[in-house]
């Protein structure tokens, strides 16, 4: 397969697993593209989120906790390595939501690194955060 065919569908995996929390809300069928073994560093929790299991419970626990009005990935950039078996991508994203009785309208940074294992790919790692205030 071809790079530019693994960047794509790199791409898709990931805007299709964003699609399940923020527009469909089907946050448990996160577990269908998180790796048994991702870990995740997020702005809200102290410590890393270790296991897909837990990952899914955190998305969940956002997307039940927030309405979520729009959510927009913006310049995406994926590298690939080892012979395109992992992938790293990163992409800013715009979201607004409801949320303890306001409304937030916020920006940041996204960067996931994904394996394909089994022929597909699966997020092993994610880092988000809001911009930072300047």
């Known amino acids: 397969m071809d790079e530019l065919k693994l960047k794509q ?3 898709k995996t990931v805007q299709a697993l964003n699609g399940l929390w923020t527009v469909e ?3 448990d069928d996160l577990a269908d593209y998180f790796h ?7 702005p809200t929790d102290r410590l890393r989120l270790e296991g897909g299991a837990a990952c899914v419970t955190g998305w969940k626990a ?23 078996a ?4 990163t992409y800013y994203f715009d979201m607004s939501f409801d949320m303890g009785g306001r409304t937030v309208t916020m920006g940041g940074r996204d960067m996931m690194s994904l394996v ?5 790919w699966w997020v092993v790692a994610d880092q988000f955060s809001p911009y930072p205030v300047s």
């Open 9 to 11: 569908d790199v791409w």
């Open 25 to 27: 809300g089907r946050a």
């Open 36 to 42: 048994q073994d991702m870990v995740a560093v997020t």
């Open 62 to 84: 956002f997307s039940e906790a927030a309405k979520i009005h729009y959510w927009r990935e913006i310049d995406p950039k994926i590298d690939l390595f080892g012979n395109g």
């Open 86 to 89: 992992f992938a790293v991508v």
């Open 116 to 120: 394909k294992e089994d022929g597909r």
